[in-house]
């Protein structure tokens, strides 16, 4: 054997965001690899301690750009427990069709890429084209086509108007054809299945044992979805998880457009389905909680489930600690790149569709021994170890 290693990134055409993989290979196959995390440096959840609650808000929508309503709803669920505050239906109904709406842009992004890195350039426009559905729907009921600043603590900031609804049934419903035209496309053409079957093939007992969320472990056969414990209006809605058997490449972008799907149901039937009544509850700007109370708030953002640990110090938070879907999914990258040749790296990463603005916020390297080491936060606070 003629071993060697060879890098993936972290700068690479395949990835808009810095992620360096060693790969070792004999030849073009690829026997061992090692994922290198720590190329943004943005300190986000030291960042959280010097803020009110209410700041946190923005703070935490800017943790990612794809799905930043979906850290606001998770940062907000949090500080609500803390408080006891059960926020108004409709609002639950509201957050529950941003949300949705969210969820579609950024799977039709990551098929987007996943055809762009197949070559299939032309598959690639035609899903951004569509993908446009959904960020001018997200634009017409929160003003924004990226970082909506929708939910506010103790519910969302606007309402949505009855006037509106027709335009979003519509363009749901030219979503769904589009989706099953992709459906089909992805299922039956030849050239994507010789290209992806078989690729990147994670079995349900290694992902049992490695424990990666959201697409990536229901691809795999396993059904674990936060949205079927039934938080804000899920269970009203007859919520259904979606999963696959294939655990390859075009199994996870099939199980992505199937959630699609389903995030098109749900946003009709909640339009149906959505209360009258008030869209918040009054929340002091400067709120305090009591010093010491914790909570740990969970969702289900585009990639899988999203963690949010929140600790108080009264009028702002004493610790945040993030725990996002692509940290948990990158334990499973060892196991689905052996054994496959250099050529299908940046196929198999992409399906995978990992956010390193997400992920990747911090490393700390001890200058004295120049190696990496892990600083605790009470580290941090004492700073004498920086």
């Known amino acids: 054997m003629n071993e060697f290693y060879i890098p993936f990134g972290p700068q690479h055409p395949a990835l808009i965001e810095p992620v360096h993989i060693k790969l070792k290979v004999d030849g073009e196959k690829i026997v061992d690899s090692e994922l290198v995390l720590g190329y943004n440096h943005k300190g986000i959840e030291k960042s959280f301690e010097n803020r009110w609650w209410a700041k946190g808000m923005y703070l935490s929508e800017r943790v990612c750009g794809i799905c930043g309503h979906y850290h606001t709803s998770c940062f907000a669920q949090g500080v609500e427990n803390l408080l006891d505050l059960e926020i108004p239906e409709r609002a639950k109904y509201i957050r529950v ?18 055809a762009y890195e197949l070559g299939l350039d032309t598959l690639f426009h035609y899903i951004f084209r569509d993908r446009e559905l ?23 900031r606007k309402d949505i108007e009855t006037k509106y609804f027709n335009l979003v049934e519509k ?13 089909k496309i992805f299922k039956t053409d030849t050239a994507i299945r010789k290209r992806i079957t078989h690729i990147g093939y994670l079995s349900r007992r290694k992902a049992k044992e490695l424990t990666p969320v959201g697409p990536n472990i229901r691809a795999s056969g396993i059904k674990y979805d936060v949205r079927e414990s039934g938080y804000l209006v899920y269970d009203n809605l007859g919520f259904k998880a979606v999963t696959g058997e294939g655990g390859d490449v075009l199994e996870r972008c099939v199980v992505r457009i199937k959630e699609c799907l389903e995030s098109v149901r749900l946003i009709e039937d909640a339009l149906v389905k959505i209360p009258k009544g008030e869209i918040s509850k009054s929340v002091p700007l400067l709120l305090k909680i009591p010093e010491g109370r914790e909570t740990v708030s969970r969702v289900e953002a585009p990639r899988g489930e999203l963690i949010y640990y929140l600790k108080s110090a009264g009028d702002k938070p004493y610790r945040v600690k993030i725990r996002t879907p692509t940290y948990q999914t990158f334990t499973i990258i060892n196991e689905i790149l052996r054994g496959y040749e250099i050529p299908d790296v940046p196929v198999i990463i992409a399906s995978l569709d990992p956010c390193l603005s997400c992920t990747d916020r911090l490393t700390i390297v001890d200058l004295n021994t120049e190696r990496e080491r892990v600083v605790s936060g009470d580290d941090i606070r004492r700073r004498e170890t920086l």
Do not use: C, K, P, W
């Open 171 to 183: 363009n749901m419903e030219r979503l769904d054809n589009r989706l099953h035209e992709y459906l």
């Open 134 to 156: 959904a960020m001018e729907t997200q634009e017409l009921l929160t003003g924004n086509r990226v970082h909506f600043v929708m939910n506010v603590i103790g519910g969302v």
């Open 97 to 114: 069709i941003i949300g949705e709406i969210e969820r579609i842009h950024s799977h039709m992004l990551a098929l987007g890429i996943v």
